[in-house]
């Protein structure tokens, strides 16, 4: 809550806290707010769509890379090993290059992200069937460089002075371009997909295991794996769509949730998802009021997951599981 009420207050508009709770008691009760009309407008139209995006996104990724962390029984697995992140940039890149609307960017984010893990999924369940996590993790990778490498093709061939510049920012991350309107394209899949986690959290711990040992205690592992991968798929690709390319969230926040809460998973992904949304909205305050010009949100995710990611390597036990 401090966090929420840091954001509203902080920018180049000043809002103070108890301007901002009467808007949002207005708007909640259908009464009169009794601010100015700018008040009402930075609290309704621009920081307060933001701030949901903030948490809803660093939520998503924090549960996703949680999940994906134990599914694949990895602790430097984050949410992009499948090449959601790299299909969604892809997707998006193309929509800036054909000069389509942020609706249709969005969109061509979100179906690249669900068509690369698709990909990868099949692959994997074509050629794994001695180690299919090993094998899911490889195709990850490979699809990742192939998608790389499209990426790459689609910044040579854009326009310099307005499509290039526009790629390179959607890919650093940035939610300055979030209106209300788009929250509901983002809130759904986000629910979703992080509802149908919670609610397999508690069978993450018995996927943890050796497959042989998870089958002998009447687990469906493959029919788990699949809802697990496309749950965090889901969430991963929305959250890429809605914000360009986040870094670091879903790989360090687990890892700090784990330390707090310990490995059990039926604590992990809710403590994830609470720390995830508050640590994501934190570093965007940041990026728009550090400097004259927004810091870009995969930079500030660097510059402040690196050093985090390696205290907890240097505090947390070796083996987490």
Known sequence: MLGIALAFAVGRYPVAPGDAARVLLAKLTGGPASVPPAVEAVVLQIRGPRIAAAILVGSALAAAGAAFQGLFRNPL???????ASSGAALGAVLGIWLSLGVLGIEL??????????AAVYAIGTALGRRDPVLV???????????LGAGI????FLADPYNQLPAM??????????MHAADLVPLLVPVVLGTGLLLLLRWRLDVLSLPDEEARSLGLATGRLRLAIVAAATLVTAASVAAAGIVGWIGLVVPHLARFLVGPGFGRLLPVSALLGGATLLVIDTLARTLAP???PLGVLTALVGTP????????ADRDWQ
């Open 77 to 83: 697995v984050s949410p992009d090993i499948l090449g």
């Open 108 to 117: 061509l984010a979100f179906a690249g992200g669900l068509a690369a893990v």
């Open 136 to 146: 899911l993790v490889l195709a990850g990778i490979v699809v990742g460089s192939l």
């Open 152 to 155: 790459g093709l689609m910044k």
């Open 168 to 177: 390179t920012f959607w890919l650093l991350g940035s939610l300055s371009a």
């Open 293 to 295: 010009v927004e810091v």
């Open 308 to 315: 985090l990611f390696l205290v907890l390597l240097v505090r």
